[in-house]
C-alpha cells in the first residue's frame, strides 16, 4: 500500500517571495513521484516527476523537487512566485505497476 | 483539437436521468483513465482502460457505467446517480496503463439535484 500526505491544505504567500509546498509519502516498494497543477476549470497538468537519478528535479514554471529518501519527502519549491502561479497542487506516488495515489492537494495563493 | 477533451464541461441531472460523459483523448494513447474529484478529498480513480480493455475497476458503484469503443474515446453513463456524486470528474491518458505521465482533460463539473 502507499499513501500521500501534503502537509498544507492552503499556502498563501506574497508575489516574488520563495515557497515550498511539502508533501511525504508512505509504500513498501520503490515508488516514482509526481506533481501536477491544476489551474480553476482546469485538469491536472504535469509539473515534473522523479522516476530515478538526481534527486532534485527542474520542472516547467520554474518549479523544483527535491526527493528526500531517508525522510520519504518530495518538497516542491520555486524561489519566486507569480500571480499566475496560483492554483492547486497536487502530489502523487506511482509504485512500479503505474497505480497511482494524489494527495489532497495543497492551494497556493500569490497575493500582490 | 489536441490533448484530452471532455464533454459536456457542466452538467445538473436530477436523480432519475441518464446522461454519458464523453472523453477523447488525441495523442495516439492506449490507455485511459476516469477520476473523481470531490470537495476536499483526494483524487479518486474509478476505471482504467488499456487497449479498450477495463484492468481497474475501484469499487465504483454499478450506477457509474464506462465504455471504451476505441482507444481514442471513453464514456462514463450516469443513471439513478445521489447528490453525493456531484463532483468533477477528469479523463486523462497515458501511453499504456504502466506509463507513469498522465494527460488529464479539463473535467467535467456534475451537479446531481
Known amino acids: 500500500a502507499q499513501s500521500v500526505t501534503q502537509l498544507d491544505s492552503q499556502v498563501p504567500v506574497f508575489e516574488e517571495a520563495p515557497v515550498e509546498l511539502r508533501c511525504n509519502y508512505s509504500?513498501?516498494?520503490?515508488?516514482?513521484l509526481f506533481w501536477y497543477v491544476q489551474y480553476p476549470n482546469q485538469g491536472l497538468q504535469l509539473l515534473l516527476k522523479y522516476l530515478s537519478g538526481s534527486t532534485l528535479v527542474k520542472g516547467i514554471n520554474g518549479f523544483e523537487a527535491e526527493f528526500n529518501k531517508s525522510q520519504t519527502s518530495f518538497h516542491l519549491r520555486k524561489p519566486s512566485v507569480h500571480i499566475s502561479d496560483t492554483a492547486e497542487y497536487f502530489c502523487a506516488v506511482s509504485d512500479r505497476a503505474g497505480k497511482s495515489t494524489f494527495g489532497d492537494g495543497t492551494t497556493l495563493t500569490v497575493k500582490p | 483539437e489536441t490533448g484530452v477533451t471532455q464533454t459536456p464541461r457542466h452538467l445538473v441531472m436530477g436523480m432519475t436521468n441518464k446522461k454519458s460523459l464523453k472523453c477523447e483523448q488525441h495523442?495516439?494513447?492506449?490507455?485511459m483513465y476516469w477520476y473523481k474529484q470531490s470537495a476536499k478529498k483526494p483524487l479518486e480513480l474509478m476505471f482504467v482502460y488499456s487497449l479498450e480493455e477495463r484492468v481497474e475497476n475501484n469499487s465504483v458503484p454499478s450506477r457509474f457505467s464506462p465504455e471504451c469503443p476505441n482507444s481514442s474515446h471513453l464514456f462514463l453513463h450516469l443513471h439513478t446517480l445521489q447528490p453525493e456524486d456531484s463532483a468533477l470528474y477528469l479523463c486523462?491518458?497515458?501511453?499504456?496503463?504502466?506509463?507513469?505521465?498522465?494527460?488529464f482533460g479539463p473535467g467535467t463539473r456534475l451537479t446531481v439535484l
Open positions: 509504500s513498501s516498494v520503490s515508488v516514482y
Open positions: 495523442l495516439g494513447h492506449n490507455a
Open positions: 486523462a491518458s497515458s501511453q499504456d496503463d504502466r506509463d507513469l505521465e498522465q494527460f
